[in-house]
């Protein structure tokens, strides 16, 4: 990999991490759970259900089991709602957050309740929310405008341009003023929530998917970000395909199936765009493990 200095920062000038396409099959629940006693996990995605739908059922056991693990949701996940159709875009994410709230407390098998906080980190404030029966889980949203909103800071893939382009964002919902954010800010906002969390395990999406052309560019760029974020870290990186397995066979067993369905349909009812398709029905009969790599200095 080449890397260059960019306004004082080490950037990477290629693809953070290579990884084999080779598929892996999800362990079963019950290795699951025996194999994260000891870990404790932070997950990075795009939208507030990447993690139902491409890194389950991977993530049930840790939340199953009460263990430590804290899921960052970078996007409001927005999309082009009230672009689209008559529909209020920030009740609609509101929607979402309250669906993967809902989600998670029925895998933890506690009640749907919840303590929030809002954390200052820098640039990019978060807010946290925890479980408040099983306070080892932990859900933060960032709030940047989602890759398919037309009015994300004049135009679409706000995320992507911020990585890229070193663009200055706003975010789309969070707590007011919303000052300009950009690539550094996220990153050091990252960095900050995984030296207050001191994961072991750190689960993201495929950064460099084997067509560039089949996943949501959120997908992409949110794994660099979390894998950049993580340099320097010693931390086994773990990363999960998105899109681009729906064409893949179907790897879960029938009971893995069924659990996985039962979450996310928790999560569909807050949904309105969850609509059923064959493409959801795919998602949710898979989960393909791209080869773990660990991270380090």
């Given at each position: 990999m080449k890397w260059?200095?960019?306004?004082?920062?080490?950037?990477?000038?290629?693809?953070l991490v290579v990884f084999t396409v080779c598929p892996v099959l999800p362990w079963t629940m019950g290795q699951v759970v025996a194999a994260e006693r000891a870990d404790r996990f932070v997950q990075v995605v795009a939208h507030a259900d990447d993690d139902l739908l491409f890194m389950s059922p991977d993530l049930f056991g840790a939340v199953a089991g009460g263990r430590v693990t804290t899921t960052i949701y970078l996007t409001a996940g927005e999309g082009p709602t009230g672009v689209e159709d008559d529909r209020d875009p920030r009740a609609y994410v509101r929607d979402r957050q309250e669906g993967i709230k809902a989600a998670y407390a029925y895998l933890a098998g506690v009640p749907n309740v919840w303590r929030s906080r809002v954390l200052s980190l820098g640039r990019l404030p978060v807010r946290v929310d925890t479980l408040a029966a099983s306070p080892r889980i932990r859900l933060v949203f960032a709030g940047l405008p989602d890759g398919g909103d037309p009015r994300?800071?004049?135009?679409?893939?706000?995320?992507?341009?911020?990585?890229?382009?070193?663009?200055?964002?706003?975010?789309?919902?969070?707590?007011?003023p919303h000052p300009c954010v950009r690539r550094q800010d996220v990153l050091d906002t990252l960095r900050a929530l995984y030296q207050r969390y001191r994961p072991t395990v750190l689960r993201t999406l495929d950064p460099n998917p084997p067509d560039w052309?089949?996943?949501?560019?959120?997908?992409?760029?949110?794994a660099k970000f979390a894998a950049e974020a993580a340099r320097g870290m010693k931390l086994k990186l773990l990363a999960y395909r998105g899109y681009t397995m729906t064409g893949w066979p179907s790897n879960l067993d029938w009971r893995a199936r069924r659990l996985k369905e039962a979450a996310f349909q928790v999560y569909r009812r807050h949904d309105y765009r969850a609509e059923s398709g064959p493409r959801y029905a795919a998602w949710l009969k898979r989960m393909y493990l791209v080869r773990p790599g660990v991270f380090g200095p």
């Open positions: 260059v200095k960019a306004a004082g920062a080490v950037v990477c000038a290629l693809v994300a800071d004049g135009g679409h893939d706000a995320l992507a341009r911020m990585w890229a382009r070193d663009a200055c964002v706003r975010r789309f919902t969070g707590p007011c052309h089949g996943d949501h560019t959120d997908h992409t760029t949110s």
